[in-house]
């Protein structure tokens, strides 16, 4: 037989097989009948002892010849379907840059954040310093050095959350610990200018305007020959820059017994403009904050001579503020997690 002749004819069977060959499967059952050790070409070489020696070296050359050209075939073969299966996976994970984007919700500030930011950047640009509270306070801080005794009946004004196990500890029911702190912890003694917005706590039962934790800005202002007529002029400027150019303001005489005179700031109705209506309860004012002349007892108690200093005082609801801006009908829904609660404020 002449295996050499055997050689070619198989070399082209195979050639002409791989024509058909179009996928991976196919590739694979392809190498096992050409080109594995156990292969047909490879196979070939079992008949090596049958050659005369004189062919042996013919026959060796002819069927590594036949054996390299399939290779190269059968590689040349299996790049193509690579490419090719590289071509489809592209075409399947084609993006469609026609197709409208998905529409990612923005975030929006809560109406909350935007009166404590508002009121914050007014007295920024009137020089106030802004001071960071502590939520947690002592009795001291929160009542003793601000004129609230033990006994004394606004205490229950502002029933207070205890931390366990310590009578001493309460979260702050008022920011207006934090005046103490600032002139107790100024040395030496000299003049203050700061706000500080912070959460307060009470004991209320929540209903659509009490909650047990809400926020105030607490202003503190402290100089020599610092009068009535200082305070009037600072928050009827603050009423102005927050409410419009067109607001006025109207002290009415009240009690805090760290202030004293003390006051209830009612800013002219920014809704109707002072006619009357649903909003100001058709009085045409509306009560935004308390106020008044630091009390002596209270400077001499944190270290300012009142005989040679003078101060006042204020205390912002931001909930309050909020809700009568922008018309928000429950003091829950500040907190309420609700995302629906934030949607009209988008853009404002
Ligand atoms: N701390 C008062 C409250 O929680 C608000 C307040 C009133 C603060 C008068 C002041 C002030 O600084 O002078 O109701």
Redesign the pocket.
């Known amino acids: 037989m002449d295996y050499i002749a055997e050689c070619e004819t198989l070399k082209n069977k195979a050639l002409e097989q791989l024509e058909t060959v179009a996928d991976d499967i196919t590739l694979a059952a392809f190498f096992a009948e050409f080109l594995a050790k156990k292969g047909s070409i490879s196979s070939l070489m079992n008949h090596m002892r049958e050659i005369a020696p004189t062919d042996k070296a013919a026959f060796g050359a002819a069927v590594n010849g036949a054996r390299k050209i399939v290779d190269e075939a059968y590689q040349e073969k299996k790049a193509a379907i690579e490419a090719k299966k590289l071509d489809q996976k592209l075409a399947a994970e084609a993006i469609d840059i026609t197709l409208p984007g998905r529409k990612e919700p923005i975030g929006k500030k809560n109406p909350y954040y935007e009166v404590i930011d508002e009121v914050t950047s007014i007295f920024l640009t009137m020089g106030y310093e802004v001071a960071e509270g502590r939520d947690v306070e002592t009795d001291l801080f929160n009542f003793e050095l601000l004129n609230v005794p033990k006994d004394h009946p606004s205490r229950d004004m502002?029933d207070t959350f205890y931390i366990e196990g310590d009578d001493d500890l309460l979260l702050r029911?008022?920011?207006?610990a934090a005046?103490a702190h600032a002139m107790l912890e100024k040395n030496p003694k000299g003049p203050i200018k700061l706000i500080c917005p912070g959460k307060?706590y009470r004991r209320d039962d929540d209903d659509m305007t009490h909650s047990h934790q809400f926020a105030?800005i607490?202003?503190?202002v402290i100089d020599k020959n610092i009068s009535m007529a200082h305070l009037k002029a600072t928050l009827e400027l603050f009423a102005k820059k927050m409410f419009g150019e067109k607001r006025e303001i109207r002290l009415r005489s009240s009690y805090?017994p760290?202030?004293e005179p003390?006051v209830e700031v009612d800013v002219s109705c920014f809704n109707c403009g002072g006619k009357g209506c649903a909003m100001c309860k058709g009085t045409g004012w509306i009560e935004i904050?308390?106020?008044?002349m630091v009390n002596p007892k209270v400077l001499k108690a944190c270290g300012y001579d009142p005989d040679e200093w003078t101060g006042f005082?204020?205390?912002v609801g931001v909930e309050r503020v909020a809700m009568l801006r922008y018309g928000i009908d429950d003091i829950r829904r500040f907190y309420a997690n609700d995302i629906r609660f934030l949607e009209p404020f988008a853009g404002k």
Not at 289 to 292: C, D
């Open positions: 502002q029911t008022q920011t207006s005046q307060a105030q607490e202003g503190l805090f760290f202030t003390s904050l308390g106020a008044g005082a204020f205390g």
